[in-house]
């Protein structure tokens, strides 16, 4: 019998709700009695990165995904003791400890990251998020300003040059992996968890 922990992988594009939707999935999930430990693909961006194309920090070249596969092969076999993070305001790198609990399901969520995941790591389920461009919009500019402190005119015009150019090119692609869609803000998580369960 395989005792690897199963990782299943939410992606989709920008403030499509993936990070919401992690969370709610690992309270649907606990209530059922397992144990999942969350992973961002956001916390492997590269602390060094330095735009040099077309898509500045909305290219898949923008993350870690080295140290993405490493942690993620480590989780797998439960001898992560702790977890990368970084932060969008200062783009440093740092880390965190992981509870002593044990896990027995990975979620790890992310625009960038899961391209590189489905071709080096087992996954047992994609799951890949469709919101409507206008409310992901509206989303990205207000968590931008508010949580990431962005002027609103830089705001703008990443998401018009760089965003929506990215997720043509890198996050779009990922539907084809998908074994489940899920649409808007209001998902559906029975068919996500009768998946998992």
């Known amino acids: 019998m395989d005792q690897c922990v ?11 709700g993936k990070t ?10 606990r209530a059922r009695g397992r144990h999942p430990l969350l992973i961002s693909c956001d916390d492997y961006y590269r602390c060094t990165w330095s735009p040099n ?12 995904t080295d140290q993405l596969r490493l942690q993620l092969s480590a989780a797998r076999y439960r ?3 702790s977890l990368r993070s970084y932060d969008m305001r200062s783009r440093k790198v740092g880390s965190k400890l992981l509870k002593q609990e ?5 979620l790890v969520e992310g625009s960038y990251g899961p391209q590189h995941l489905l ?26 300003v508010r949580d990431r402190h962005r002027p609103v005119s830089y ?20 539907k084809r992996h998908a074994d489940v869609v899920v649409r808007g803000y209001n998902w559906d998580l029975e068919s996500v968890l009768n998946r998992i369960v």
């Not at 919401?20 to 999930?29: K, N, S, V």
Request: with cysteine; hydrophobic share 50%; net charge negative.
């Open 6 to 16: 199963p990782i299943v992988c939410i992606c989709g594009p920008s403030a499509a």
């Open 20 to 29: 919401t939707l992690a969370a709610r999935l690992a309270d649907q999930l």
């Open 53 to 64: 194309s077309s898509y500045a920090f909305d290219t898949v070249d923008a993350i870690d």
């Open 79 to 81: 001898q992560l003791n």
């Open 102 to 106: 044990m896990y027995d399901l990975v």
């Open 119 to 144: 071709e080096a790591v087992p996954i047992a389920l994609v799951v890949y998020i469709e919101t409507p461009l206008l409310l992901r919009l509206m989303k990205r500019l207000w968590r931008d």
């Open 155 to 174: 705001v703008i015009r990443q998401m018009l040059r760089e965003m929506l150019p990215g997720e043509r090119r890198f996050i779009h692609p990922l």
